[in-house]
C-alpha cells in the first residue's frame, strides 16, 4: 500500500500562490491514480484536483479551475498543486489520496490512500 505524506502548506495572502508536493513510498507510484482534496473547518471534505497515470488526463473542481494545476512526476514518485490568485476560501487542509485502481472520482470514499494533510491558510 503506497505511503503519502504532504508537504508545502503554509500562510499567504490572498491573491498569492503556493505549491504542494505529495511525496509516496514504493515502486508502484505510476500505476496510481492521485488526486487533491480539502477540508475547511466544520466543512466535510471535498474534491479539488486529480490526475491519472499521466498528466494528459486530469480533472478539477469547478471552483478550483483555472487557478490550480495537478501534475506528477513519476520519476520522482511525487504529486503536484500549483496554486494560484488564491482565496480566503481556499483555506483549509489538504489531502492528497491515490488509488490502484485507476479512478478520478470525487467522492472521497471512493479512494483508498491518504497523507496527513498540510494546512493552507490564505488571510485576506
Known amino acids: 500500500q503506497v505511503q503519502l505524506v504532504e508537504s508545502g502548506g503554509g500562510t499567504v495572502q490572498a491573491g498569492g500562490s503556493l505549491r504542494l508536493s505529495c511525496a509516496a513510498s514504493?515502486?508502484?507510484?505510476?500505476?496510481?491514480?492521485m488526486a487533491w482534496f480539502r477540508q475547511a473547518p466544520g466543512k466535510e471534505r471535498e474534491f479539488v484536483a486529480a490526475?491519472?497515470?499521466?498528466?494528459?488526463?486530469?480533472a478539477y473542481a469547478d471552483s478550483v479551475k483555472g487557478r490550480f494545476t495537478i501534475s506528477r512526476d513519476n520519476a520522482k514518485n511525487t504529486m503536484y498543486l500549483q496554486m494560484n490568485s488564491l482565496k480566503p476560501e481556499d483555506t483549509a487542509i489538504y489531502y492528497c489520496a491515490a488509488n490502484d485502481v485507476g479512478h478520478m472520482a470525487t467522492t472521497s470514499n471512493l479512494w483508498t490512500s491518504w497523507g496527513q494533510g498540510t494546512q493552507v491558510t490564505v488571510s485576506s
Open positions: 490526475v491519472k497515470w499521466s498528466v494528459g488526463n486530469t
Open positions: 514504493g515502486r508502484t507510484f505510476s500505476r496510481y491514480a
